[in-house]
C-alpha cells in the first residue's frame, strides 16, 4: 500500500521563485492535510480540505494556495518563495475528519 | 487561542525502564487527542490515540491517560526499547474541528532510549 506520496523529497529554491509540492493519497480519504514542521516545533497547519473541491484555511496560510480537483491529490501552491517559507512539508489524509491522520513522509525545502 | 503545550522536550531513560510524556491543552471543547511518533527523516505515526469519552487505553506496552477535567492527557511507555527512540508528538482537536479534523500539536518530545 502506498498511503501518502508526496513529491518531491528535497527541493532548493531561490527567492522570488514559485513551486508545487505534490500529494497523494491512494486510501480513498475524503479527508487531506498540509502541514509546516519546522526546527524543534510540533506541526502547524497551512490548509485543509473535506473533499474534492472544498478548501480552506489552517493557522498559518499566507504565502500558499491549494487546490483539490480529486479525492486524491491535493498540491500546495508556493507562489513567490520567501526564506522564512524554509521547512518540511507534510500531508496527511484521513478518511473522516474524526479518524486518524495518515502521513507522507515531507518534502524538504530550502529557500536561499 | 488554541494551546498544546508538552512536556518535557527531551527524556532519556534507560532500557527497560518507563518513559511519560504529559501534554495540556487550553480547548475544552476538543474531544479527540491522538499521539504521533516521528522518527527520523519521515513523517508522523499514529501509535495511539483516545477519545474524550475514555479516560484511558492501551495498547501493548503503550498507554494514553486522559484528565477532561484538568485538561491533560500523558503517553506511559513501559519496558522501553532502544526502538522506541523518536520524537513523540501530541495533539488535540481544535474548537469546533469535530468535522474537520483540524489538529493543533505539542512542541514535541525527543526520547532517548539508552541501551
Known amino acids: 500500500n502506498a498511503g501518502v506520496t508526496q513529491t518531491p523529497k528535497f527541493r532548493i529554491l531561490k527567492i522570488g521563485q514559485s513551486m508545487t509540492l505534490q500529494c497523494a493519497q491512494d486510501?480513498?480519504?475524503?479527508?487531506m492535510y498540509w502541514y509546516r514542521q519546522d526546527p524543534g516545533m510540533g506541526l502547524k497547519l497551512i490548509y485543509y480540505?473535506?473533499?474534492?473541491?472544498?478548501?480552506d484555511k489552517g493557522e498559518v496560510p499566507n504565502g500558499y494556495n491549494v487546490s483539490r480537483s480529486t479525492t486524491e491529490d491535493f498540491p500546495l501552491r508556493l507562489e513567490l518563495a520567501a526564506p522564512s517559507q524554509t521547512s518540511v512539508y507534510f500531508c496527511?489524509?484521513?478518511?473522516?475528519?474524526?479518524?486518524?491522520?495518515?502521513f507522507g513522509d515531507g518534502t524538504r525545502l530550502s529557500i536561499l | 487561542g488554541e494551546n498544546v503545550e508538552q512536556h518535557p522536550s527531551t527524556l532519556s531513560v534507560q532500557e527497560g525502564d518507563s518513559a511519560v510524556i504529559k501534554c495540556t491543552y487550553s480547548?475544552?471543547?476538543?474531544?479527540?487527542f491522538p499521539w504521533y511518533k516521528q522518527e527520523l527523516g519521515k513523517g508522523p505515526q499514529l501509535i495511539i490515540d483516545?477519545?474524550?469519552?475514555?479516560g484511558e487505553k492501551k495498547d501493548q506496552r503503550i498507554a494514553v491517560t486522559l484528565n477532561k477535567t484538568a485538561k491533560h492527557f500523558s503517553l506511559h511507555i513501559t519496558e522501553t526499547q532502544p526502538e522506541d527512540s523518536a520524537v513523540y508528538f501530541c495533539?488535540?482537536?481544535?474548537?469546533?474541528?469535530?468535522?474537520?479534523?483540524?489538529?493543533?500539536f505539542g512542541q514535541g518530545t525527543t526520547l532517548q532510549v539508552k541501551p
Open positions: 496527511a489524509s484521513s478518511y473522516q475528519g474524526s479518524q486518524p491522520q495518515h
Open positions: 486510501m480513498n480519504h475524503n479527508y
Open positions: 480540505s473535506v473533499g474534492a473541491g472544498i478548501t
Open positions: 480547548d475544552s471543547a476538543s474531544n479527540y
Open positions: 483516545i477519545r474524550s469519552n475514555v
Open positions: 495533539a488535540a482537536t481544535s474548537h469546533g474541528s469535530s468535522n474537520t479534523g483540524k489538529l493543533i
